[in-house]
């Protein structure tokens, strides 16, 4: 089992910044993928950015060049440095570790959201 406290959401003006942080605590497979996804009001949980166990990135194109992820695999903490932000960015940000395990499927853990608001 794994279990994710994040941390780091709030009220924000439109071109400001946030860091979200994720600690994780319990197993993690060597072989891992740790990220973000956000929802909206009345939209779908969607991807925002994740990074795997090797440290290769991915990200929604609506956040390329202005969202950074990144994670210390000491702390089993992954973050995302949120910049220029946007009020289309308003959602509650979910952290999400998937374990990768040999002759089984993926297991999905989820943090317990956070909001992050973007208005003047």
């Known amino acids: 089992q794994v279990q994710l406290v994040e941390s780091g959401g709030g009220l924000v003006q439109p071109g400001g910044s946030l860091r979200l942080s994720c600690a994780a605590s319990?197993?993690?497979?060597?072989?891992?993928?740790m990220g973000w996804f956000r929802q909206a009001p009345g939209k779908q949980r969607d991807l925002v950015a994740v990074?795997?166990?090797?440290?290769?990135?991915s990200y929604v194109d609506s956040v390329k060049g202005r969202f950074t992820i990144s994670r210390d695999n000491s702390k089993k903490t992954v973050y995302l440095q949120m910049n220029s932000l946007k009020p289309e960015d308003t959602a509650v940000y979910y952290c999400n570790v998937r374990n990768y395990g040999s002759g089984i499927l993926p297991v999905d853990y989820w943090g317990q959201g956070t909001q992050v608001t973007v208005s003047s």
């Open positions: 319990g197993t993690i497979f060597s072989i891992n993928r």
């Open positions: 990074i795997s166990s090797g440290g290769s990135t």
